[in-house]
């Protein structure tokens, strides 16, 4: 057997440590009383807070995080004279993690999975530090078996904050021991180490913060140049065509959208117009609609019709987007003379004025992205006249709703009727588009929680 016999202590009067004023915050016990670990010897408190403050400074000089751990790690073990340290945090699934551990001499400890798992499980479950020193076998055991096996005289853990439900706490704890026979911890090493702990955690919720921020604002800038990319790739609004006003709109939810138009010159001589949704919203949405864009445009001008090609960007999306993704799709051919063919996939139809009379086109197929083997052919055929004007959207149009009644959608109806009114007084695509848009962001509240994309075409 390791153990020896501890000799009874002499008999000492309590002292009462005097009052200190300028004792900073961060060396007051738990609780916000006058910290336990002063003696009332004026010299001997005054190296103590010397040194604390000390280990301060060189935990807010430390700017990298994985060496504050590291120094804060050094600092248990210089401070409270013990052989090993560890800086220990929990997991998701409740697992330790060590994150640090070192020895005296400021290596890593070799061994780092042996420690007394139970006193630091104690400390994280009840938020309150903790002192054990080890007198007989049967006490080394109670510890856990590597307590035993390693030969430990004296083992302290602290937690790793200043609050259980402190906002950004650190979910860990401080731990260190020492098999020497000449060190057994105290009550008033306890209290240092809770102090150093306490400050330490302020330090690394402090670098935690500042590294979330630099990461917000990295997030921030990959935003903005994804939403710079994504508008500087929109099309130009063909204004060159012959017997057609076209005009179109584009706004994000989010500063990156799965909402797209184009317009693409075939071989044959007509114009495609396009009209795309990618469900979700940001990033990820934004992806997959840069490289449909890219996909269908080439398919555009080689395939032989705009059914064709869609059918080759099906294709291409159902062998790369992740299930539960989809892109629905709506391809409208125009020829010079004013015939339109139609190929939709999934997506809502458009909406014809003519004379003050309207017509709805009905959904045709299925949303791009489900199955490879589908195919898709042209759905309408139809021949515009003079003064007719053609609405092409997606869903956050018409499903544009206020903030307080998410059920109050803007609806096909009402669209209809302001399309139906500017269609009768003439008004150039620009005007009717501009008007519709508006509608749909006042309804919202200056808020819709959906892209907003349209393109108005209308018959010279």
């Known amino acids: 057997m390791f153990w020896r016999s501890k000799k009874p202590a002499p008999a000492t009067p309590p002292t009462t440590p005097?009052?200190?004023?300028?004792?900073?915050?961060a060396l007051e016990g738990a609780g916000g009383s006058t910290a336990r670990f002063l003696t009332g010897d004026r010299e001997a408190d005054r190296r103590t807070v010397e040194v604390l403050l000390q280990m301060f400074a060189r935990l807010s000089e430390t700017r990298d995080y994985d060496e504050t751990l590291v120094q804060i790690v050094d600092n248990s073990?210089?401070?409270?004279?013990?052989?090993?340290?560890?800086?220990?945090?929990?997991?998701?699934?409740?697992?330790?993690?060590i994150k640090v551990a070192r020895t005296r001499d400021r290596r890593p400890v070799q061994d780092s999975e042996r420690f007394s798992t139970s006193v630091v499980r104690h400390v994280l479950e009840r938020n309150e530090p903790k002192l054990a020193t080890v007198q007989n076998d049967s006490e080394a055991r109670d510890l856990g078996q590597s307590v035993?096996?390693?030969?430990?005289?004296?083992?302290?853990?602290v937690p790793l904050s200043r609050s259980k439900d402190a906002p950004n706490a650190i979910r860990g704890a401080l731990?260190?021991?020492?098999?020497?026979?000449?060190?057994?911890f105290s009550q008033r090493d306890l209290e240092l180490f809770h102090a150093h702990s306490q400050q330490a955690a302020i330090t690394l919720e402090k670098h935690r913060m500042h590294l979330e921020s630099l990461e917000k604002a990295r997030l921030e800038?990959?935003?903005?140049?994804?939403?710079a990319v994504q508008s500087g790739l929109m099309p130009r609004i063909p204004k060159d065509i012959p017997g057609l006003d076209i005009d179109g709109f584009y706004r994000p939810a989010e500063r990156t959208s799965g909402d797209f138009f184009d317009f693409v010159k075939l071989k044959d001589g007509r114009l495609a117009v396009v009209v795309g949704d990618v469900s979700g919203h940001g990033v990820g949405p934004a992806l997959i609609t840069q490289s449909a864009q890219g996909v269908l445009r080439?398919?555009?001008?080689?395939?032989?019709?705009?059914?064709?090609?869609?059918?080759?960007?099906?294709?291409?999306?159902?062998?790369?987007?992740?299930?539960?993704?989809?892109?629905?799709?709506?391809?409208?051919?125009?020829?010079p003379d004013g015939k339109v063919e139609i190929c939709n996939a999934g997506h809502h139809g458009p909406i014809r004025a003519r004379k003050g009379?309207?017509?709805?086109?009905?959904?045709h197929g299925v949303a791009l992205g489900f199955s490879a083997d589908i195919e898709y052919a042209i759905d309408e055929r139809f021949e515009l006249e003079s003064g007719d004007v053609l609405l092409l959207y997606t869903d956050g149009l018409i499903e544009a709703h206020p903030q307080v009644n998410r059920d109050d959608l803007l609806g096909e109806e009402r669209v209809k009727a302001l399309l139906a009114e500017h269609a009768t007084k003439g008004s150039d695509a620009a005007t009717i588009a501009r008007a519709l848009a508006q509608t749909a962001f006042q309804y919202a509240g200056g808020q819709p929680e959906d892209d907003i994309t349209l393109v108005v075409i209308r018959k010279l």
Do not use: H
Request: charged share 25%; hydrophobic share 50%.
């Open 18 to 25: 005097p009052a200190n004023p300028a004792l900073p915050a």
């Open 77 to 97: 073990v210089e401070l409270c004279g013990a052989e090993r340290g560890f800086l220990v945090v929990l997991d998701e699934a409740g697992e330790f993690v």
């Open 148 to 157: 035993f096996d390693l030969k430990l005289r004296a083992v302290m853990c």
């Open 175 to 184: 731990y260190v021991d020492s098999r020497a026979a000449t060190r057994e």
């Open 221 to 227: 800038q990959s935003l903005e140049l994804a939403k």
């Open 298 to 335: 080439t398919g555009l001008r080689m395939a032989a019709n705009p059914a064709a090609a869609v059918s080759l960007l099906n294709q291409d999306l159902a062998d790369r987007i992740d299930p539960g993704t989809f892109l629905t799709l709506l391809v409208m051919a125009i020829s």
């Open 357 to 363: 009379e309207l017509a709805s086109f009905e959904e």
